[in-house]
């Protein structure tokens, strides 16, 4: 070799090398990110967590309305606080609005009114965060119907439904300090009932009304002690919340709904990146545009028109907002004057009951319906796939039962507005909402656990024998029969992608040496609410059920194929048929 080639040689073995090292040396983002990760270990997290699969179906996006719109809340919060003065300090009003000024008023509803009418931009902010507010109570509680429903509050997301339930009470609590801020005639009637039902806790409810107000009702302190709840406490506890509730989320991975291919132990959807992102990113874009034109087009909480408070006044047909509505119809049907003396204390049951007794045991129930439910079938299994509401009559009959209780009560709390509205007697709506609070959950529940069954019975039977064609034909002997066709795969699949329900039989309560069965008594209840749940319900085929059906199919298509005139004339229409893709049907 001559000197000229090892010449050529070395130089580009060194240019080879130089090209590598310039290739491998990272960007300015990429130092930035090699950085992180030598202090803080994000790549190994990051790389695991932006692969996440979420599965993609409209009832998911239900949670996520519920977290954009506390987005909106605190971006809408924050400007809010800027012009916002929360003091019962006596001002007189000066402002830009005609019809109030030179009245006296406290110094929060003089800065509510500055902030409407003074501020560029004040009273869009104003109204987009009260309909943020409204939006992101509403969205929590469809969202939490659709988790009761489905059975996502199984194990092991119990914890995560107990924080779900926490949230939602933290929501109606942020609303209602927040709608008490501005010190109008509306709200301040709203505090007033407020104190009214302290007052009706036995023996401390005075004790706890003086505490709060710093003295006699309205006192000088309860304005400022709201604000801090409101723009401080409460969102703190939410925010710490909500990481939770996405963090158990991300840990337990999505429920998704049971299809082919979909397991208990995998996800079926889109990655984190590009496609989650992009899509959650557009549906928060969204959420804004829409929250904000309800904040430019539709008036809400115009303090103006009330005034400030006084308490010597009260607006004719008065509401809270509506998800307050439900304690205040209870309080509106419960009969008056029922009150009880002991040693000395007034027990006022009419407020206390409504008030302070059914909330409180509304919300109980709701965070031990996983442990209840999982107690009486002693189901210790994790469950990543969804129930369909049907195949769980008597849990799907709860719900509609209290969904109707609520209903009832909300409506009640307007019970002034339907008598003007229908020129009905406020009195007859009254005895109408008494009875009905109490029959209606009953009927409810009755009709919907049978409504359910019917479909599983439907269910069942398009497994065994198919779906209708609408075909009808005759057999040589004279006889009628319609044509049943075999539905598709994936439908079936999903029919029969549930298990098979079994009844808990207790103990009995001795053993062979006729000592005492420890514990009888519970193992006793929960035999009967285990019957009482599931002895009703419509078990899915056995796999001999569906061997059989599916002979009994081929021997009624070899019997069908040879009549050649069907009473419609259609028989053979491409349209009526459809896919019958082999795929195993499950069983449990």
């Given at each position: 070799m001559s000197t000229d080639s090892r010449l050529d040689t070395s130089k580009v073995a060194t240019s080879n090398r130089t090209d590598a090292a310039t290739a491998s040396k990272p960007g300015p983002g990429g130092s930035l990110a090699t950085w992180a990760d030598d202090r803080l270990g994000l790549a190994t997290a990051m790389k695991k967590n932006l692969r996440k699969v979420f599965p993609d179906h409209w009832s998911f996006m239900l949670g996520e309305i519920a977290l954009w719109s506390f987005v909106v809340l605190l971006l809408t919060g924050v400007?809010?606080?800027?012009?916002?003065?929360?003091?019962?300090?006596?001002?007189?009003?000066?402002g830009s609005y005609d019809q109030l000024r030179g009245v006296g008023m406290s110094e929060s509803m003089a800065s509510t009114l500055h902030i409407s009418f003074d501020v560029r931009g004040g009273l869009l902010?104003?109204?987009?965060?009260?309909?943020?507010?409204?939006?992101?109570?509403?969205?929590?509680?469809?969202?939490?119907?659709?988790?009761?429903?489905?059975?996502?509050?199984?194990?092991?997301?119990?914890?995560?439904?107990?924080i779900g339930c926490i949230l939602l009470l933290l929501g109606t609590l942020e609303g209602f300090t927040g709608y008490s801020l501005p010190d109008d005639l509306l709200s301040g009637t709203g505090v007033r009932a407020a104190d009214g039902f302290l007052k009706a806790t036995p023996v401390a409810g005075t004790y706890m009304s003086f505490l709060l107000f710093g003295g006699e009702f309205p006192g000088e302190a309860i304005i400022p002690r709201l604000y801090i709840v409101h723009v401080l406490l409460i969102p703190g506890i939410l925010l710490a919340l909500i990481a939770a509730h996405m963090l158990l989320l991300v840990y337990h991975k999505h429920t998704q709904w049971p299809g082919p291919g979909r397991t208990e132990q995998n996800v079926v959807g889109y990655p984190m990146l590009p496609v989650y992102a992009a899509k959650a990113g557009g549906f928060f874009f969204m959420v804004f545009g829409v929250i904000a034109i309800m904040g430019g087009l539709l008036s809400i909480n115009p303090v103006w028109k009330f005034g400030p408070y006084d308490p010597t006044k009260v607006t004719a047909g008065s509401q809270p907002d509506w998800y307050m509505g439900w304690p205040d119809g209870l309080l509106r049907i419960i009969p008056t004057g029922w009150e009880t003396v002991i040693f000395g204390y007034t027990i006022s049951w009419n407020v206390l009951i409504p008030i302070l007794l059914v909330p409180p045991l509304m919300l109980t129930v709701l965070i031990l319906l996983p442990f209840l439910e999982g107690w009486i079938t002693g189901d210790k299994r994790d469950h990543h796939l969804l129930q369909r509401p049907r195949n769980a009559p008597t849990r799907t009959a709860v719900m509609v039962a209290l969904m109707t209780f609520y209903g009832l009560a909300w409506a009640a709390g307007g019970n002034?507005?339907?008598?003007?509205?229908?020129?009905?007697?406020?009195?007859?709506?009254?005895?109408f909402m008494r009875v009905a609070i109490f029959l209606g959950p009953l009927l409810a529940f009755w009709i919907t656990r049978r409504w359910c069954i019917s479909l599983q019975r439907h269910d069942n039977e398009k497994l065994l024998h198919g779906y209708e064609t609408g075909i009808i034909t005759r057999s040589p002997e004279g006889q009628y029969a319609e044509r049943h066709l075999p539905i598709n795969s994936k439908a079936a699949y999903t029919l029969t992608a549930r298990d098979r329900d079994e009844v808990f039989t207790s103990v009995g309560d001795t053993d062979a040496a006729g000592v005492a069965a420890p514990n009888s008594r519970s193992e006793r209840l929960r035999a009967r609410l285990s019957r009482w749940m599931y002895s009703h319900n419509v078990q899915k085929p056995t796999a001999a059920e569906l061997e059989e059906a599916h002979h009994h199919a081929e021997h009624e298509a070899e019997l069908t194929a040879s009549l050649d005139h069907p009473v419609d004339g259609h028989q053979f229409d491409d349209h009526r048929l459809r896919d019958t893709d082999d795929v195993p049907l499950r069983d449990h």
């Open positions: 400007f809010l606080t800027l012009w916002f003065n929360p003091s019962m300090g006596h001002v007189t009003y000066e902010m104003r109204q987009m965060h009260h309909w943020a507010a409204m939006i992101f109570i509403a969205s929590m509680m469809v969202h939490l119907l659709r988790v009761a429903f489905t059975g996502a509050y199984r194990k092991p997301r119990e914890l995560n439904w107990v002034d507005i339907i008598a003007i509205k229908l020129h009905a007697s406020i009195n007859q709506i009254t005895y």
